[in-house]
Every structure is written in C-alpha cells, then in structure tokens.
C-alpha cells in the first residue's frame, strides 16, 4: 500500500491498478541518461508530482532517446528494430496505457526540413497518439535555451526559438497546455543562473575519460576554448524543467490529474476536438 502512495518512475514501469501514466517523448535533452538516475528529469518530476498529488500513484514512462527526431521515431525502419519504428517497439508493444504525454520535439530539428513540415510531423505524433490511447491528454514542451555567453557556437538560440513558435502555436490550435521550457531557461539566464548545460562531450572524454555533467572540472578548463558548449541539460536545468513541467500541469489540473478512462469535461480542457470521443481501450497502434 506504501507503494501506491507514492509516484513511481522507470523507462518501463508496470502501472499499478489506478495509476495516472505520464509519458516523456523527445531526445537525450529529455532522458537525460546521462545524469545520475535520481537527477533524470522524469524522476525529479516524479519526486515533486508525488509531494503536490497525496494519494495519487504516477507512473512515468520515459520513451526518449538520444538523437531523435518526430520524422524518424515514427517512421525509420531499422534491422535492430527488427523492421519496426520505434514508436511502434517502444511505445505501443511497450506501453500499454498513456494518460498524459509530454511531447518535446525540436533540438534535432534538420534544417533541410521546413518549419511547415516540422509542424506537420508534430501534428502526425499528436494524432498518432490520439488515435492509439483514446482519451490521452497532450501537453506540448518547448526546449532549452543557452547561454549565448558561454555556449556559444551552434545554431543560436533565435533559430531554435523559430521552431518552437510552431510548438507554441499547435498548443495554442489544438488548445493543448503547454510548457515553455525555453521561456524558462532565458528568464534564468537574463537573472544571471546561466549554468544549465553539460560540459562539452570531446573535451571531457579527451581530458577526463568521461562526460563532465558539472561544474567539478571548471577551475582547470573554463579558459579553454569550447568547454562550456554542449546543449544538454545538467542537474540544474533538469531540476527546472520538471518544476516548469510541474507547474503546467497544476494549473491545468489542481486536484488531481487525469486518467484517459475520465470524461475530460470533469478533469481540464479537452485535449483537442474529437479526441475522446472513442471509448478508452488499449493501443490499436495499427
């Protein structure tokens, strides 16, 4: 009974009977897999869901992985996929129910792919998800921002900021919630807490023979060019894109969090027109 009285995280929990099943889609940016397991961002989104929902179990389901984009966690084929996608492995032969997901696409956006097109995969995904979980509630993220003072390099934060407007826009269509990470993230840096990154990979491998995720080795390398670039997310900035995905989702939903099973009128805005309109029952995924 303990157990249930508390939010639970894995990459592939079994839900107990009643748990409300969050589920992370994105990149590394939102796995995170490499910081300490209780750093990860769904765990540290776990520890504060339980403190604000008493009595409520969360599971968290966390799909990300590294390098991905929408285009290809739906639609790439590979042999160690045995000819699946990934969405069609890890998420509908994996993940038997999803009440609410957290979407955060566009940190590997390709550039030979029009922000139209990007939009369109995104709206794919949505009503993919739709289609497989009836009576899924959406909530749309946005992605870091840098410190163009000291990650510099890379694409700038104005051209990620473009592909996120077409993040905030299908939140506001579709009348999804949405969680601006990159909104967050330039406040905290404009207030002078600019260190929300990782150290960079090469260097950190080179010097240290692992990835740096902190500020430990800073007094030997900040002088040397490039330490300080890499977009990945360190402890801290975990720690403020689950207080950010937190505070999204009590202002959606203060009492309690929904369950796909619920008539959504009783439990927060509609996802989006037509979506709960089949009665729940597991992934079609067909």
Same mark, same amino acid.
């Given at each position: 009974m303990l157990a249930l009285a508390v939010a639970g995280c894995s990459r592939r929990p079994d839900a107990p009977p009643g748990a409300v099943v969050i589920a992370h889609f994105g990149d590394s940016t939102c796995s995170t897999d490499y910081l300490p397991p209780s750093s990860h961002v769904d765990q540290v989104l776990n520890a *504060?869901?339980? &403190?604000? $929902?008493?009595?409520?179990?969360?599971?968290?389901?966390?799909?990300?992985?590294?390098?991905?984009y929408v285009f290809r966690f739906m639609h790439e084929r590979r042999l160690w996929l045995l000819w699946r996608t990934r969405y069609e492995r890890d998420v509908c032969r994996s993940v038997p129910r999803i009440d609410i997901a957290l979407v955060r696409y566009g940190d590997n956006y390709r550039k030979e792919v029009s922000l139209d097109a990007f939009e369109s995969e995104l709206e794919e995904l949505c009503d993919r998800l739709l289609h497989d979980y009836p009576g899924i509630r959406i909530v749309l993220e946005t992605n870091a921002y840098v410190d163009p003072?000291?990650?510099?390099?890379? *694409?700038?934060? &104005?051209? $990620?900021?473009?592909?996120y407007e077409i993040v905030r826009r299908v939140a506001r269509a579709r009348r999804y919630p949405l969680v601006d990470v990159f909104a967050r993230f330039r406040r905290e840096v404009s207030a002078g807490n600019w260190d929300l990154c990782i150290r960079n990979a090469k260097l950190s491998h080179e010097r240290f023979g692992r990835q740096i995720v902190d500020d430990s080795e800073d007094a030997a390398m900040a002088a040397v060019p490039h330490w300080f670039r890499n977009r990945h997310p360190n402890v801290r900035a975990a720690a403020l894109t689950a207080d950010e995905e937190l505070n999204t989702l009590v202002a959606t939903w203060p009492d309690r969090l929904p369950t796909a099973r619920e008539d959504p009128s009783r439990s927060g805005p509609r996802a989006h027109p037509g979506a709960t309109a089949v009665p729940p029952r597991r992934p079609a995924c067909g």
């Open positions: *504060r869901l339980a &403190e604000h $929902y008493r009595g409520q179990p969360v599971v968290n389901v966390n799909v990300c992985k590294s390098g991905d003072a000291h990650n510099a390099g890379g *694409r700038p934060n &104005e051209e $990620y900021d473009r592909v």
